[in-house]
């Protein structure tokens, strides 16, 4: 089928008459026998990546978004009139709303992230339930791609402590280079075997299994800032929050992604988030 996609291009001269029989020979030959090697693709190599992706899609969220919510309490629908007021003239409602976590008012609003992670960032991330919508890349119906995760150098690998008081410290050269090669090694031999067995005929829903979670997925995932500031607060270490978190570094580098962008939406907010101990409302 190879030779004939070549030669595709070359039939266009004769669009208005019959080619000449040289041309129906040549493409009519290949179907007589198996595929030649050089028809067959080869299997995508294994790719090794350290980061994680987070691209804002879209968004409707603004400070003014809170204002307007929070106002109707006692302006009725004289409250529409924050929509086109400088919200900078009522951040200390803002922080007022945080302070006492009267949290509605910080619902009105939507943002939608494509995120690109290991599988196991995604099975932490989607116990978060209440304020959240996923929807991710399916095993099922495609060919996943051989992507795997490596931790960087700058990702710490020891942890020191008994549980519920540990932390983590920089793991040495030779920690290092075993994780590597370790974490390399299997992946190679679990995405031939993934190969092996659609090449065979398995359905791509069996043949997954073999993967394992530090593949590479993709997802959409929407929230309001009520519900992103609770992520957070579990997901995120900050020297402003009241209560210390232990996040996954992993999920973590999403949720500092996150943030970097709702920031820019939502300036006074997110300033508000800090200034109460990085708290949900």
Not at 11 to 39: F, I, N, Q, W
Request: charged share 25%.
């Amino acid at each position: 089928m190879g030779e004939l996609h070549e030669r595709l291009p070359e039939t266009a001269a004769y669009m208005h008459g019959p080619p000449p029989r040289k041309v129906v020979a040549a493409r009519a030959k290949p179907l007589e026998g198996p595929p030649s090697v050089t028809d067959t693709p080869e299997p995508a190599k294994p790719h090794f990546r350290s980061d994680v992706t987070v691209e804002l899609v879209k968004s409707d969220a603004r400070d003014a978004d809170v204002l307007f919510a929070a106002r109707v309490s006692t302006a009725g629908e004289q409250s529409l009139e924050e929509v086109t007021k400088d919200p900078e003239r009522s951040k200390g409602l803002i922080n007022y709303l945080m302070r006492d976590r009267h949290g509605s008012p910080f619902e009105h609003n939507s943002m939608t992230f494509f995120v690109s992670a290991p599988i196991f960032v995604f099975r932490e991330f989607m116990r978060h339930r209440v304020g959240w919508s996923y929807n991710e890349e399916s095993g099922r119906y495609r060919e996943l791609e051989p992507v795997f995760y490596v931790p960087g150098t700058s990702r710490k690998l020891v942890q020191q402590g008994r549980p519920g008081k540990y932390e983590f410290v920089q793991g040495t050269e030779e920690q290092y280079d075993v994780t590597t090669r370790a974490m390399e090694e299997s992946y190679r031999a679990s995405y031939e075997a993934y190969q092996e067995m659609l090449a065979k005929g398995v359905a791509r829903e069996v043949a997954r299994a073999v993967l394992p979670v530090g593949l590479f997925s993709s997802m959409y995932a929407t929230c309001n800032a009520r519900s992103l500031m609770h992520f957070l607060g579990l997901r995120t270490q900050h020297e402003l929050a009241k209560v210390p978190s232990f996040p996954q570094r992993e999920i973590e580098m999403v949720g500092e992604q996150m943030e970097t962008h709702w920031q820019q939406l939502m300036p006074l907010t997110h300033a508000a988030f800090n200034k109460n101990g990085r708290v949900a409302p």
